[in-house]
């Protein structure tokens, strides 16, 4: 097990500090980088994007280790492994760059780290270049942990049969439409993966002829059921300083960004918030609130399955801002407090084990809080 050691201030740890602060200070958004998207949606913005970031500086897959130690970099020289990271807390174990901690052979956690493939290269095609060394894509992670993950799609767990040091679980699917063994990251980073995700989706769009697909995929483009969990995911853990600095990097490195960093609501405007799949002709439609617009309130009729179930209920700006507005639960009504929210349009999630479902309002200023102007 790897614990934490005193890491001298020395003349490479110096350059380490000083490339990071460059790298980072001259790779922000070029000016006009996104100006071809503009107001586009859909296929149209998913294909923009697709033009702005293709064509990328491809680096060696065995390059990827050193340039680890700038993009993926904790303080002390430790690598950050959102495989056995705990936020705000004690991780079981760390790594260092300077410390040959690179596997190797390992037996179990904290024996070594390695290079995850977060989209796993199987899908598409192995050792298939840019796709293998996209480092969009891939993390220093513990490599016992990378071999319990295998190529099974992320998806949030019903029953874990494993539950790392961190936890992250691997066990059956609890996410409506797929039923076979998932890897759950913990929460603090599923926004990350699934970012990640959508970049391949985009980076990829139109360029996955052959790619052998997955049950997350066809070809580069996640299936319904994985595309309404990571849109879930990347709602619930928005971007991080963490993303945005190795965004930053990156760009200094292979000359192409992250857009769903950059701009998380593209994901928004390009996908919406599918449906799930389910035999129940409930789960088939769109949530109607009511009334819509609305100022003080906004009523939404639960449709068999969701009523009386345990959900997450999600409130995003066409902006791409999450807001939590208080509800309250009837027997097959769900009752939001908007009051607060600024006005604009809203669109609203319900995820559960019955289902995903969507919805939209509009919200207005409260006619009893308005002020007549005086003449």
């Known amino acids: 097990m790897k614990n934490k050691r005193p890491v001298h201030f020395t003349a490479n740890l110096l350059a380490t500090f000083l490339t990071l602060f460059f790298l980072t200070t001259l790779a922000q958004i070029p000016p006009g980088y996104y100006d071809s998207a503009n107001g586009k949606t859909g296929t149209e913005l998913q294909a923009a994007l697709h033009e702005i970031i293709k064509g990328h500086s491809s680096v060696a897959y065995s390059a990827l280790y050193a340039h680890f130690k700038t993009t993926d970099v904790k303080p002390e020289n430790v690598v950050w492994d959102m495989y056995s990271d705990v936020p705000g807390g004690t991780p079981p174990y760390v790594y260092h760059y300077t410390s040959g901690d690179e596997c190797g ?188 617009p609305a100022s003080d309130i906004c009523t939404i009729k639960l449709p068999e399955g969701f009523a009386g179930a345990s959900f997450r209920l999600s409130c995003i700006s066409a902006s791409g801002v999450e807001f939590t507005p208080g509800f309250t639960v009837g027997e097959n009504t769900l009752v939001l407090q908007v009051a607060s929210l600024p006005s604009g349009i809203y669109l609203i999630t319900i995820t559960s084990r019955a289902g995903f479902l969507k919805g939209k309002f509009a919200k207005i200023n409260s006619p009893t809080s308005a002020r007549s102007t005086p003449r």
């Open 105 to 292: 052979n390992y037996s179990g956690e904290g024996d070594c780290y390695n290079r995850e493939h977060s989209w796993p290269n199987s899908w598409f095609g192995g050792e298939v270049y840019p796709m293998y060394s996209d480092m969009f894509h891939l993390y220093p992670t513990d490599g016992y942990v990378n071999n319990r993950r295998g190529n099974n799609p992320y998806g949030d767990v019903a029953n874990a049969t494993w539950t790392s040091q961190n936890g992250s679980k691997l066990g059956s699917s609890a996410v409506a439409g797929y039923s076979g063994t998932v890897f759950e990251p913990i929460d603090e980073y599923k926004g990350d993966f699934a970012r990640s995700y959508f970049y391949m989706s985009t980076r990829y769009y139109t360029e996955d002829a052959g790619w052998p697909g997955s049950p997350q995929a066809t070809g580069s483009q996640l299936k319904p059921w994985a595309l309404a969990l990571m849109l879930s995911w990347s709602s619930q853990d928005p971007v991080s300083t963490k993303e945005t600095d190795r965004n930053n990097l990156i760009y200094g490195i292979q000359h192409n960004r992250n857009p769903y960093i950059d701009h998380p609501e593209y994901a928004n405007l390009i996908w919406g918030y599918p449906v799930g799949l389910r035999n129940a002709p409930e789960t088939a439609g769109s949530l109607l609130p009511y009334p819509n």
